[in-house]
């Protein structure tokens, strides 16, 4: 745990006792705090009252005494209407921050330069900060990871002049930490996402640009033109800043071609690592990924061969291109994270033949945006409310089959494969949908299909 000492002996006042805000609750009774928290769910605060956190109705709460407001990322802070908290935090004077901002002013207090990696982007952040992490604990590092991730960053070791930490941020965290300042900031990129939160692309990329604004270095992928504005005004601003791209640079940084990274210093270009083979980096967003993070590893003045070596015995993460095992030469694929078509495209631009489940509650613009890649999908397995939509967009470039459900599709999707007589067929998990209208996330879907997997007759699981 972080124990938060810089509100020691204040009134503050908690919303949200989900899992980083039970979490930041115990860190500030931790550092002195006089804290009162509360949620909207009962079972929240039932589970924060067992564990010692005081609990009150905060709208019986005298708001002049307060502090601050600290408010868990998922609660809406400016759309698509600010919580009740907010406005009266506001009314009152009071900041609105998060957990990430209460270790950012920790980390200001008791070791300023210590080591921190933040990464956001639409796509991709999961798995490049897995991916950082690892290459840096193959180097030798002492390295907290979480955030968005999964685990609640004050529930990491301190701040620490020889420990990195190495933090996944969303942009609703980003938006509830004014005072972000890592020593490494990197943005992946920047697609349509959650508009609704953020009410436009504009303040959408505006949030996501703060977060390199104020890193000591920026690692910036430039591959859109939002991401790649973002570069441009901070190269004019001189501070430093190292592009990654998929083409050669204008300028110092990384770039990939296939399964290819190099880097560029100057005149000079050479391949620095190569990930054929590497089953938990296949596809060329892979690629990206692994080229950000050993821009990160440099920047860090990690040694290059131990982290080059170190790409190989990256395990991958569940749910995003997890291969789960295989049938024969067939290859069932988890990738449950691929909740818009961004996300899925990436999946199906790294392979052939494939026999694609798809399908949940729909983001805008459906599958639409996929068609280049339709005449790779052997058969598509519809499920969830975005089957109509879905069949309507791929009728007469794909076949199609309504499945409705995760179990009858693959079941289905299996069967096919095995008839198909292919080379190596794939049965693919990529939805490029939310679960929510039959799963509680997309652990719990991808999971459902793990469980599924496994219980097919000759499956050879992976690992």
């Given at each position: 745990?972080?124990?938060?000492?810089?509100?020691?002996?204040?009134?503050?006042?908690?919303?949200?006792?989900?899992?980083?805000?039970?979490?930041?609750?115990?860190?500030?009774?931790?550092?002195?705090?006089?804290?009162v928290a509360f949620d909207d769910d009962p079972a929240s605060v039932g589970r924060a009252a067992g564990e010692g956190v005081p609990t009150a109705?905060?709208?019986?709460?005298?708001?002049?005494?307060?502090?601050?407001?600290?408010?868990?990322?998922?609660?809406?802070?400016?759309?698509?209407?600010?919580?009740?908290?907010?406005?009266?935090?506001?009314?009152?004077?009071?900041?609105?921050?998060?957990?990430?901002?209460?270790?950012?002013?920790?980390?200001?207090?008791?070791?300023?330069?210590?080591?921190?990696?933040?990464?956001?982007?639409?796509?991709?952040?999961s798995t490049t900060t897995a991916l950082v992490a690892h290459l840096l604990r193959e180097a030798g590092a002492d390295v907290q990871m979480g955030?968005?991730?999964?685990?609640?960053?004050?529930?990491?070791?301190?701040?620490?002049?020889?420990?990195?930490?190495?933090?996944?941020?969303?942009?609703?965290?980003?938006?509830?930490?004014?005072?972000?300042?890592?020593?490494?900031?990197?943005?992946?990129?920047?697609?349509?996402?959650?508009?609704?939160?953020?009410?436009?692309?504009?303040?959408?990329?505006?949030?996501?640009?703060?977060?390199?604004?104020?890193?000591?270095?920026?690692?910036?992928?430039?591959?859109?033109?939002?991401?790649?504005?973002?570069?441009?005004?901070?190269?004019?601003?001189?501070?430093?800043?190292?592009?990654?791209?998929?083409?050669?640079?204008?300028?110092?940084?990384?770039?990939?071609?296939?399964?290819?990274?190099?880097?560029t210093r100057g005149t000079t270009t050479r391949k620095v690592a190569e990930l054929k083979g590497i089953g938990s980096l296949r596809g060329v967003?892979?690629?990206?990924?692994?080229?950000?993070?050993?821009?990160?590893?440099?920047?860090?003045?990690?040694?290059?061969?131990?982290?080059?070596?170190?790409?190989?015995?990256?395990?991958?993460?569940?749910?995003?291109?997890?291969?789960?095992?295989?049938?024969?030469?067939?290859?069932?694929?988890?990738?449950?994270?691929?909740?818009?078509?961004?996300?899925?495209?990436?999946?199906?631009?790294?392979?052939?033949?494939?026999?694609?489940?798809?399908?949940?509650?729909?983001?805008?613009?459906?599958?639409?945006?996929?068609?280049?890649?339709?005449?790779?999908?052997?058969?598509?397995?519809?499920?969830?409310?975005?089957?109509?939509?879905?069949?309507?967009?791929?009728?007469?470039?794909?076949?199609?089959?309504?499945?409705?459900?995760?179990?009858?599709?693959?079941?289905?999707?299996?069967?096919?494969?095995?008839?198909?007589?292919?080379?190596?067929?794939?049965?693919?998990?990529?939805?490029?949908?939310?679960?929510?209208?039959?799963?509680?996330?997309?652990?719990?879907?991808?999971?459902?299909?793990?469980?599924?997997?496994?219980?097919?007759?000759?499956?050879?699981?992976?690992?």
């Amino acid at each position: 745990m972080t124990p938060v000492t810089t509100f020691a002996g204040r009134r503050v006042a908690l919303f949200g006792l989900g899992g980083s805000g039970l979490a930041t609750a115990l860190a500030l009774q931790a550092g002195g705090a006089d804290l009162v928290a509360f949620d909207d769910d009962p079972a929240s605060v039932g589970r924060a009252a067992g564990e010692g956190v005081p609990t009150a109705e905060l709208r019986e709460e005298d708001w002049s005494r307060l502090a601050a407001l600290v408010l868990a990322p998922g609660v809406p802070l400016t759309h698509p209407a600010p919580h009740w908290t907010v406005e009266r935090a506001k009314a009152s004077g009071i900041e609105v921050i998060g957990d990430i901002e209460l270790f950012c002013r920790e980390r200001a207090k008791i070791a300023p330069d210590a080591p921190f990696v933040a990464i956001t982007g639409t796509n991709g952040k999961s798995t490049t900060t897995a991916l950082v992490a690892h290459l840096l604990r193959e180097a030798g590092a002492d390295v907290q990871m979480g955030g968005n991730i999964g685990t609640a960053i004050l529930s990491l070791a301190p701040p620490g002049d020889e420990r990195v930490h190495v933090i996944e941020m969303s942009s609703f965290q980003i938006d509830l930490t004014p005072s972000l300042a890592p020593s490494v900031g990197v943005l992946m990129n920047i697609s349509p996402d959650h508009l609704d939160r953020h009410g436009s692309m504009e303040r959408y990329a505006a949030i996501k640009e703060r977060l390199v604004a104020g890193a000591e270095t920026a690692i910036v992928v430039i591959d859109d033109a939002p991401s790649r504005a973002i570069y441009d005004r901070r190269a004019a601003s001189g501070r430093p800043v190292v592009a990654i791209a998929e083409d050669m640079l204008p300028a110092d940084g990384y770039h990939y071609e296939g399964s290819r990274v190099f880097a560029t210093r100057g005149t000079t270009t050479r391949k620095v690592a190569e990930l054929k083979g590497i089953g938990s980096l296949r596809g060329v967003h892979n690629a990206q990924n692994a080229a950000v993070a050993l821009a990160v590893a440099d920047a860090l003045g990690a040694e290059e061969e131990s982290v080059v070596a170190a790409l190989a015995t990256f395990p991958g993460l569940h749910h995003r291109m997890e291969e789960v095992g295989r049938i024969g030469t067939a290859v069932f694929v988890n990738d449950s994270k691929a909740t818009n078509a961004d996300s899925a495209e990436k999946a199906l631009a790294s392979f052939d033949d494939v026999f694609w489940i798809l399908g949940g509650r729909p983001k805008e613009g459906g599958i639409a945006p996929l068609a280049a890649y339709f005449p790779r999908v052997a058969k598509a397995y519809l499920i969830g409310d975005a089957a109509p939509d879905f069949a309507a967009t791929l009728e007469g470039a794909a076949p199609y089959l309504h499945c409705g459900t995760l179990d009858r599709a693959v079941s289905a999707a299996a069967a096919d494969a095995a008839a198909s007589g292919l080379d190596e067929p794939v049965i693919l998990l990529s939805p490029a949908c939310a679960s929510y209208d039959q799963y509680p996330n997309f652990e719990r879907r991808g999971d459902h299909f793990r469980d599924l997997v496994r219980a097919l007759p000759g499956i050879t699981l992976k690992g």
